[in-house]
């Protein structure tokens, strides 16, 4: 039991250490992308629009391990009435899928980027990409509605050092395919979108390279 304990502090500690380093760090990104913002040689940027969105949603998720999961692991026991961890697991949840649907946004500004480049300040302008984040937090927002429901919920397990559902039979059914498959379905379709850009990219550096080839040995 010794051991353990130890192995918990030095958990514990970790989660804290790591939590605050990231949290600090998207805090400094989020003051750069302001003072970009704020330039008035700037001009808008989408890409640096949902990339403040994402580091929002990072800050949400380090937060909880900052101030629950972390002091929670070093106590050996969960601190404060259960609705407390059920509330961060509630942060937590929603900050994180987030970010899941941010990358399919980042993923389809590069794609228009790449494809559509022309039309790119009109579909992405600041109307389009915050139509764009508006649906990305409106969808999440939706995936989350279960686990908000009574009988459900999400929050940290000391026991098994980690996030997880409740036992209790809408969090089984909510652990299983009825949240899983959105989120898979949305990774899939950001790794899709940028390995058709990769390849697009790819292609087209082999014929740029081609060409300067031909105009050499001419």
């Known amino acids: 039991r010794m051991e353990t304990r130890q192995e918990d502090y030095i958990a514990g500690i970790l989660m804290i250490t790591l939590g605050l380093i990231g949290f600090i760090a998207s805090l400094l990104l989020l003051r750069l992308l302001r ?15 949902l990339f403040c969105s994402r ?19 070093l106590l050996g026991f969960p601190f404060g009435p259960p609705i407390v961890g059920l509330k961060f697991g509630h942060l937590t949840t929603l900050t994180y899928k987030s970010v899941v649907y941010i990358q399919l946004a980042v993923a ?12 790119y300040t ?35 397990l000391y026991e098994s050092l980690s996030w997880n559902f409740l036992d209790t039979p809408c969090s089984s059914l909510l652990g299983g395919p009825l949240l899983h498959y959105p989120s898979y379905t ?18 087209n550096t082999l014929v740029k390279m081609k060409d300067m080839g031909g105009q050499a040995r001419f």
């Open 55 to 73: 580091a929002l949603s990072n800050c949400g998720t380090l937060f909880s391990f900052i101030v629950y999961s972390g002091p929670v692991t």
């Open 108 to 119: 389809f500004n590069r794609f228009i980027a790449t494809f559509f480049s022309m039309r």
């Open 35 to 49: 003072l970009s913002f704020s330039s008035s040689s700037s001009s808008f940027s989408s890409f640096s629009i």
């Open 122 to 156: 009109h579909i992405c302008g600041k109307r389009g990409t915050f139509v764009l984040l508006g649906l990305v937090w409106f969808i999440t927002a939706l995936h989350c509605i279960p686990e908000f429901l009574d009988g459900c919920g999400y929050t940290y």
């Open 186 to 203: 949305v990774f899939l379709g950001s790794i899709l979108l940028n390995l058709i850009i990769f390849s697009k990219l790819t292609w």
